[in-house]
């Protein structure tokens, strides 16, 4: 059983930029999931796709941020324009919706830092 | 909305004590209750998960009882080791598999 993987595992880039990450979840888990962590804090929920629909997002992603998963399969999340405080790991996670109460297999993260 | 209250750490304790980590949540309806462990240089796995009122989730030594009327999900662990050192995340899910609400973690330190 392949776990969830990210990569890249860590993004060093100028503000500014932009970057993209990428997701591969756990093949037969239909729901994806982005969250963000900042160092002391627990993760805190971005976005989420059942299949490659985005059924919903938070209100902490900007229009500067974007997240496809165009044949709900792997996913991407891009963020423009970076800026100083988009420095975090970002989390991606997913789950299968066979049954209830699925919980939720975590990558290892992405790393992002903003010079 | 719903939110997720930890114990404030770190936590040092000495290989075989007993530990608590305290964890009350708010939340509309009849969430999904988890405990994840965050390992050094590692993502977040599942510990231990309750899915209703009194259920009690156990795994490597680990418990925790979905209590609904103190709206709590305490971890304890009779007998620590090193190898428990770890940062212990409380979450809490609606029972449609949607979003998961995180606490901000609690770092425990066991030492020899």
């Known amino acids: 059983d392949t776990g969830v993987s990210q990569n890249p595992r860590h993004k060093i880039t100028k503000r500014g930029q932009n970057v993209t990450f990428r997701c591969d979840p756990i093949?037969?888990?239909?729901?994806l999931y982005w969250y963000r962590q900042t160092l002391g804090q627990g993760p805190e929920f971005l976005t989420y796709?059942?299949?490659?629909?985005?059924?919903?997002k938070s209100r902490l992603l900007s229009d500067r941020f974007s997240a496809e998963r165009p044949k709900g399969s792997f996913s991407t999340l891009e963020i423009q324009r970076t800026e100083q405080g988009d420095s975090a790991m970002y989390l991606c996670?997913?789950?299968?919706?066979?049954?209830?109460?699925?919980?939720?297999?975590f990558g290892d993260g992405t790393r992002l830092s903003i010079l | 909305g719903d939110s997720v209250t930890q114990m404030e750490g770190p936590v040092t304790l000495s290989e075989e004590a007993f530990l608590t980590i305290n964890c009350t949540y708010t939340a509309t309806g009849y969430p999904s209750l988890f405990w994840y462990v965050q390992y050094p240089g590692e993502g977040l796995q599942l510990l231990l998960k309750?899915?209703?009122?009194?259920d009690k989730g156990s795994n490597k030594g680990f418990e925790a009882t979905y209590r609904k009327e103190t709206t709590s999900f305490h971890l304890e662990k009779g007998s620590v080791q090193v190898s428990d050192s770890a940062v212990y995340f409380c979450?809490?899910?609606?029972?449609?598999?949607?979003?998961?609400?995180f606490g901000d973690g609690t770092t425990l330190t066991v030492k020899p």
């Open positions: 979450a809490l899910a609606p029972t449609n598999a949607g979003k998961s609400t």
């Open positions: 093949s037969e888990h239909n729901r």
């Open positions: 796709f059942q299949n490659e629909a985005q059924l919903e």
């Open positions: 309750a899915t209703k009122a009194d």
């Open positions: 996670a997913s789950s299968s919706l066979t049954g209830p109460n699925q919980p939720q297999h």
